[in-house]
Nanobody, 120 residues
Framework: QVRLVESGGGLVQPGASLRLSCAASGSILRINAMGWYRQAPGKQRELVASVTSGGSRNYADSVKGRFTISRDNAQNTVYLQMNSLKAEDTAVYYC??????????????WGQGTQVTVSS
């Protein structure tokens, strides 16, 4: 069984920073990629940022230059540093891991989500 646990969400003012963390644990053979998605009320879930096991990063255009994704392979943890937050960044942020488990099955796993609210 695989588990993703997120932390770091909260309520902040525009222009502030937040750091999200997501730790993967359980029957993990190999993590291929990890990333963050978000879903605002009434909108579809969208990719925010992702990082592969080799370190290749991908960002949504709306967060380029403000958000940074990083990964600690030894700890199976991914981080999302969010700077210069805007009201439109308000959403539930979900951690995602593309991994291979001990049964040699490759699939995507999701965390439970953490709320990020940017408001004055």
């Amino acid at each position: 069984q695989v588990r993703l646990v997120e932390s770091g969400g909260g309520l902040v003012q525009p222009g502030a920073s937040l750091r999200l963390s997501c730790a993967a644990s359980g029957s993990i053979l190999r993590i291929n990629a990890m990333g963050w998605y978000r879903q605002a009320p009434g909108k579809q879930r969208e990719l925010v940022a992702s990082v592969t096991s080799g370190g290749s990063r991908n960002y949504a255009d709306s967060v380029k230059g403000r958000f940074t994704i990083s990964r600690d392979n030894a700890q199976n943890t991914v981080y999302l540093q969010m700077n210069s937050l805007k009201a439109e960044d308000t959403a539930v942020y979900y951690c995602n891991a593309d991994l291979t488990n001990y049964s040699i099955v490759r699939r995507a796993y999701w965390g439970q989500g953490t709320q990020v609210t940017v408001s004055s």
